[in-house]
């Protein structure tokens, strides 16, 4: 018998020490992170949409709360980081986004996906939001739709200029004051730390709006501009200065973002130029209804009045398969007053936005019986062209320039968003093997690869977490801090896909 | 002679790599698991109809029977010191069963039946861990039904057929993917279950034994597929755009065991045995679930043969009580990059000990196990999300105990 008490004790004894345990135990409580040669203690992020959290084509509740800077500053608080504060959107009780001025709609909600529809489109609900004023300062400076110089202007917080529209609602949301600009405002923080990610919209505009805008290169007044212009690589070069100046003052480190390439965002490229499907018979109907039109050239040509390599470019043509749209292009030589239109069919070169893709092959509004981009011409607007993508170019290459010159001379991180962007363009692999395109949304099953949202402009959650990680990597680099990063595979779109919207 | 012919024997089962584990749960009976559960050369007692068939012709008695019962006590620890992810698993206790009957028709004729769980797992961590598109929580229990036929022509020998016919459940939980939930923020799993999982095989066995001193044993069972035609699959926290339910059909191998074994008596107390098992694992490829409406899913596994190396002793103290000690080598199937926490099998170290407590025909049976299995760092990977292949890597480090009591009565 005592061999059997012997045997029970044994099993009691070692069901108590039944407990694997590794030869080197991670304890995620205890961690020694570090800021380096950083002081995170006051962080202010200074920015647009992109620093807000903007996403789906609107600033909504579950967009804002993971936002890039919320994303880095909840990394900063394990490295002496203080509290971070955003300009919270409780009234946005639907989680839409949107806002509304009294009765009046001024801003859209969030973009779902119509699960029935098979269609992307404002998700059916009013917006909460209002316009009345939350006055910051907040950690949290990313104001939507802020060009450069809107954030120097006082008055952008001011609903009194909301009837002028040079106001802006978001700063009238968040404004300390009606008349402070959003730059005093950030200034008023103190910062220890900051990023800085400017000069977005300033290029966006003009591409988004198939160069609607102008060029407004050598023109130092941004009062003259208009909203889809390109903002003078000077006017930026100055401000950013000014900015940096001030930001540095009392000591602040920060990082720069570089700004990426219109063509690297799918609101840009997924919209192909041949999308016209046709038979032969249709494409030899077609070629008789252009057949005046393709005489006209040779006739302009034989005159002298272009050349025979714009001839070629202009002659319309079309067959079975798949075909470019036609459009208009103003840099054509103008040959109206021979009633020649300035037409052409789009090349692999031009970029057609996002907007497009409802109006190609639908019925042209003014006229129903012809078809848009076939029998109707794409208008400006529906067409970045090669040259009008080369001055986008141009001009985010200044900006571009400056930004790592004065990173340098000041001597801060530099965050390249710009080649971020380019490597997502060609598929970005992450260290797990996992890969992220820039590829627009088409059906749930491309949802793990997704990094834009559905406005085609702005990353969706797993987007903004690359980028705060890409933010942490230039912050770690830079200053010797140990911030940790995210796994983006993660977390959720935060895409809306709805059964029926 | 003899000696040559076993070392010929076990020279040709050992590899030059070799690794059993995987979800076979080796605790067929309480008097072997207290010798390394090394029975397929120790005859005597009705375990016989699992460890070695053919050795119910050097049963004592007519009629034997046995019965037991091994809960399992496991844990599985998970880290990653990178991400700073760490988890545990939960397992419920394991309740291994078997019931033994031998039967002497003649001197030459005899028959076993054998009832026992030889594979399954449950697998149980957090909801919602770090893992969780790969396994929430998994559960495999598969009964087999095994009559054997047994024939002894000389005094020295005798070789058994027998049939296993197998059915099984398994019911596994994960998570859709790593990210997925529905509007409320609740991750979004799909639990699979299938009750009608069945399947057959056959089993071949050899007892020799030359002499009062030394015997030899040959044990074979083949791989059994249990086959699920009408699985359901539920969807949880819905996004909404999938469906609630779906039906699948799956299979899942119960990899083919070849036992060589041999036990001697130096001393007449004193019995020593020593068995080398391998597992034909490499026939479990990957885990493939063809779904009605869903999109079927691809888990790779290419898993690889593996090696259990097993030695025990029995010294019988008087008439009553025999005690057992012994220890087992136990090598996980899975290779580099295949290492998946739904299974996380690894090399282990095995100490038994037992006794058996005897009152004239019945016998009590008692068992321990101690497993602590070796830490491993590895990864998972071949799980597929959209078009790309995220890795699931970290270290893994378990033990499980494993007590076990069974009776038998031999008349």
């Not at chain 1, 967009?63 to 909840?74: M, V, W």
């Not at chain 1, 710009?418 to 890969?435: C, F, T």
């Not at chain 2, 010798?35 to 009629?63: K, L, R």
Request: proline content about 6%; aromatic content about 12%.
């Amino acid at each position: 018998m005592k061999t059997i008490y012997r045997f029970l004790a044994l099993t009691a004894l070692m069901l108590v020490a039944c407990e694997p345990e590794f030869k080197n135990p991670v304890d995620p409580d205890n961690v020694d992170i570090t800021s380096g040669s950083a002081d995170f203690s006051v962080y202010v992020a200074v920015g647009n949409s992109l620093s807000a959290g903007y996403m789906n084509g609107t600033l909504y509740k579950s967009g804002q709360e993971y936002s890039f800077p919320k994303l880095l500053a909840d990394r900063m608080k394990e490295a002496g980081g203080g509290e971070f504060t955003q300009p919270y959107m409780d009234d946005d009780t639907k989680d839409v986004g949107g806002m509304m001025m009294g009765n009046l709609q001024i801003l859209p909600p969030k973009l779902v996906v119509d699960a029935g529809d098979k269609a992307v489109e404002r998700i059916n609900e009013q917006p909460t939001m209002t316009l009345e004023p939350h006055p910051g300062p907040y950690n949290n400076m990313g104001v939507p739709a802020a060009k450069i110089y809107h954030y120097v202007f006082n008055g952008y917080g001011n609903i009194a200029n909301m009837a002028s529209g040079t106001a802006n609602p978001y700063f009238v949301r968040m404004a300390s004051s009606p008349n402070a600009s959003v730059f005093e405002d950030v200034l008023a923080q103190h910062p220890t730390f900051f990023t800085l990610w400017l000069g977005n919209n300033d290029v966006l505009w003009y591409a988004t709006s198939g160069g609607a805008g102008t060029d407004q290169t050598g023109n130092t007044d941004p009062s003259t501009y208009g909203p889809n212009d390109l903002t003078d690589p000077g006017v930026f070069a100055y401000i950013y200065n000014q900015m940096l100046q001030a930001l540095t003052a009392g000591g602040a480190k920060g990082v720069l973002a570089t700004i990426p390439d219109v063509a690297s965002i799918p609101y840009m490229t997924t919209v192909p130029y041949n999308p016209v499907p046709l038979d032969q018979a249709t494409a030899d109907a077609l070629n008789q209804a252009y057949a005046q039109y393709n005489g006209a050239l040779q006739q302009a040509l034989a005159g002298g009045l272009i050349t025979q390599d714009e001839a070629t470019r202009r002659t319309i043509h079309f067959q079975a398969g798949k075909n470019a749209v036609v459009l208009v292009d103003e840099d054509l030589t103008d040959l109206t007053s021979l009633n020649i239109p300035s037409l052409r069919q789009a090349t692999a070169d031009d970029l057609l936005p996002l907007t497009a893709a409802s109006v190609i092959g639908q019925p042209d509004p003014n006229n129903p019986n012809l078809v848009m981009g076939v029998t109707s011409p794409l208008g400006d607007e529906y067409v970045l062209t090669a040259d009008e993508t080369a001055k986008v170019r141009t001009v985010t290459a200044q900006y571009n320039a400056t930004i790592r010159a004065l990173a340098q001379q000041y001597d801060l991180a530099v965050a390249d968003m710009a080649a971020a962007l380019d490597e997502l363009a060609a598929g970005l692999r992450l260290d797990d093997n996992s890969i992220y395109t820039a590829n627009y949304f088409s059906g749930v099953e491309t949802l793990p690869n997704l990094f834009f949202s559905l406005d085609g402009v702005h990353p969706n959650r797993k987007g903004y977490v690359i980028l705060a990680n890409r933010f942490i990597d230039a912050i770690n680099a830079k200053y010797g801090s140990t911030l940790r990063k995210y796994d983006p595979g993660y977390f959720d779109t935060n895409i809306s896909i709805l059964p029926h919207n | 002679m003899k000696k040559s012919i076993i070392l010929l024997m076990l020279s040709v089962l050992i590899p030059a790599t070799a690794k059993a584990g995987g979800y076979r749960v080796a605790l067929q009976g309480a008097r072997m698991l207290g010798m390394a559960h090394a029975g397929s050369a120790v005859f005597g007692g009705a375990e016989s109809a699992f460890f070695n068939p053919a050795g119910i012709g050097f049963g004592t008695g007519d009629n034997a029977f046995a019965l037991g019962v091994s809960p399992v006590i496991s844990k599985v620890k998970y880290q990653n010191a990178q991400n700073l992810w760490t988890a545990q698993t939960h397992n419920p206790v394991g309740t291994p069963v078997y019931a033994y009957y031998t039967h002497k028709i003649s001197d030459v004729f005899y028959l076993g039946l054998a009832l026992y769980t030889p594979f399954g797992s449950t697998v149980k961590w957090d909801k919602d861990w770090v893992g969780s598109h790969l396994v929430n929580e998994i559960s495999l229990r598969a009964f087999f039904f095994q009559p054997s036929f047994v024939i002894k022509p000389s005094d020295y020998f005798s070789i058994a057929v027998s049939f296993i016919a197998a059915s099984g459940s398994i019911s596994y939980n994960k998570n859709i993917n790593r990210f997925m939930t529905d509007g409320q923020g609740n991750r979004t799993d799909i639990t699979l279950e299938a009750k009608d999982a069945a399947g057959a095989g056959f089993g071949i066995s050899v007892a020799i034994r030359p002499s009062e001193k030394v015997s030899l044993g040959f044990n074979y069972r083949s791989t059994v597929w249990l086959r699920s035609r009408y699985g359901v699959a539920t969807i949880n926290d819905n996004p909404g755009f999938l469906p609630e339910h779906d039906h699948f059909s799956a299979a899942l191998p119960m990899p083919a065991e070849m036992s060589l074994g041999l036990a001697f008596r130096p001393i007449d107390k004193l019995l020593i045995t020593m068995e080398l098992d391998e597992v034909f694992w490499s026939v479990y490829k990957s885990l493939d679930i063809d779904f009605g409406h869903l999109p079927d899913t691809r888990m790779a596994k290419n898993w690889e043969n593996s090696f259990t190396y097993r030695i025990g002793a029995e010294y019988t103290l008087n008439e009553h009580l025999q005690v057992r000690a012994g220890y087992y080598y136990d090598e996980s199937p899975i290779p580099a990059t295949y290492f998946a926490p739904d299974t996380p099998s690894l090399d282990s170290n095995n100490w038994t000990f037992g006794f058996t407590y005897k009152m004239g025909k019945l016998s009590v049976d008692a068992a321990l196990l101690y497993k602590t299995e070796k830490e491993r760092s590895d990864s998972y990977d071949y799980y597929i999300e959209g078009m790309s292949a995220p890795r699931f890597s970290g270290s893994y480090v378990a033990n499980a105990i494993v007590p076990s009591f069974g009776i038998q009565y031999q008349f």
